[in-house]
């Protein structure tokens, strides 16, 4: 199925990268336990420095603003955040795959995540106390 799909979507890819950070990493960098604002404001210019060094990057500039632009995530954190997102009661494969969120449904649940406590986080029932601190 992938094969098939390829073609016709490499045709609307202007760019893509593979960052070699994620939540294991920044989470041994910064800490995951107790995570301020200001703990998260630096891991967000960390990984935002390393988007602004990936090669294919003046490709994107013209649609930044655009509906037309996308980031895609795939598995681990960012379905445990889709869960969160669609505040379900337990993780669910099939309400999570193929979700598209808006900007403002992003910086909200990113606003929610961050006044959170480890205990917080921990209670919710799309995280768990096993990601606590990746999330």
């Keep these: 199925l992938a094969g098939r799909r390829s073609p016709r979507l490499a045709n609307h890819i202007v760019s893509w990268t593979s960052l070699p950070v994620g939540v294991v990493s920044l989470a041994e960098r910064f800490g995951g336990r107790t995570v301020t604002r200001e703990i998260f404001a ?24 655009s509906p037309n632009f996308h980031l895609l995530g795939t598995s681990g954190t960012v379905t445990t955040l889709a869960g969160v997102h669609l505040e379900l009661e337990r993780y669910d494969r099939r309400r999570v795959d193929g ?37």
């Design 99 to 135: 979700l598209w969120m808006d900007r403002d449904s992003v910086d909200r649940m990113v606003e929610r995540l961050v006044g959170w406590d480890f205990q917080q986080r921990c209670a919710n029932p799309c995280i768990g106390a096993d990601r606590a601190d990746l999330v």
């Design 42 to 65: 630096a891991m967000v210019d960390d990984v935002a420095g390393r988007l602004a060094s990936f090669d294919g990057r003046d490709r994107l500039s013209h649609l930044k603003a």
